[in-house]
């Protein structure tokens, strides 16, 4: 039997083995929102005006990422009848 879990409110990040440029993310990650919401998660390393580190957090619905990248990389799909005749 499996047990379920109450992830709202919670998040991880990893850090971003893939970043080719300084504006990318240091880590990436995912978090849920205490609605369900679930996002992904992006960190970056800065410095504060008093010399000390702090993460810098973004964060985007899944669904909109998956959206922008699908347009981008996918042609649109064609209508089809998927219809049975008898």
């Not at 919401?37 to 970056?44: G, K, M, Q, V």
């Not at 985007?60 to 649109?76: D, I, Y």
């Amino acid at each position: 039997m499996s047990k379920q879990y109450d992830n709202r409110g919670r998040g991880v990040l990893f850090k971003n083995d893939d970043k080719a440029e300084p504006k990318q993310p240091d880590y990436r990650g995912s978090i849920t929102l205490l609605d369900g919401t679930e996002c992904w998660l992006d960190a970056w390393i800065n410095e504060s005006k008093q010399g000390r580190k702090v993460l810098s957090l973004k964060y985007k619905p899944k669904m909109a990422r998956e959206h922008s990248a699908a347009a981008r990389n996918q042609a649109p799909r064609e209508e089809f009848d998927d219809s049975i005749p008898f």
